[in-house]
């Protein structure tokens, strides 16, 4: 499976990589520090999901996640962010997003959200 990770810092891209190996061992992870490089890499190899931050330099992850819903309406596309404020949640589930959980996210929510939000 392959899974699309964005986020500005690459210390959360890792720590969010580690924890998606510990629930889906055989995934092929991509990274991208910002929706633009996002977009790119969402074209060429077709994740399967897509883990997004909303604060991003270049473009951020609610200009992210509406040109990747245009690529593809049924993208599966987790957001991930330090913004819990309920209106950015409505804003992006609105949007296409599967769902929004707070950073950061381990074993267990990430558990849940496979088996919960995502169709593998």
């Known amino acids: 499976m392959k899974v ?3 986020d500005d810092s690459k210390l959360a891209r890792l720590s969010l990589i580690k924890t998606v190996r510990n629930v889906e061992p055989a995934t092929e992870f ?3 520090e910002n ?3 996002a977009i790119e ?3 060429k190899e077709k994740p399967r999901v897509v883990f997004l931050d ?3 330099p270049v473009m951020d992850g609610y200009e992210a996640l509406a040109e990747i ?3 593809d309406s049924d993208a599966q596309v987790i957001v991930v962010s330090a913004d819990i404020q309920p209106i950015a949640r409505k804003r992006v589930l609105n949007m296409g997003a599967k769902n929004m959980c707070p950073k950061p996210i ?3 929510k990430m558990q849940n959200i496979f088996i919960n939000d ?3």
């Open 41 to 43: 890499v969402f074209k």
């Open 35 to 37: 929706g633009l490089i």
């Open 118 to 120: 995502l169709i593998i």
């Open 69 to 71: 819903i245009k690529i």
């Open 4 to 6: 699309l990770v964005v």
């Open 106 to 108: 381990n074993d267990e």
């Open 30 to 32: 991509f990274e991208a």
């Open 54 to 56: 909303l604060t991003m």
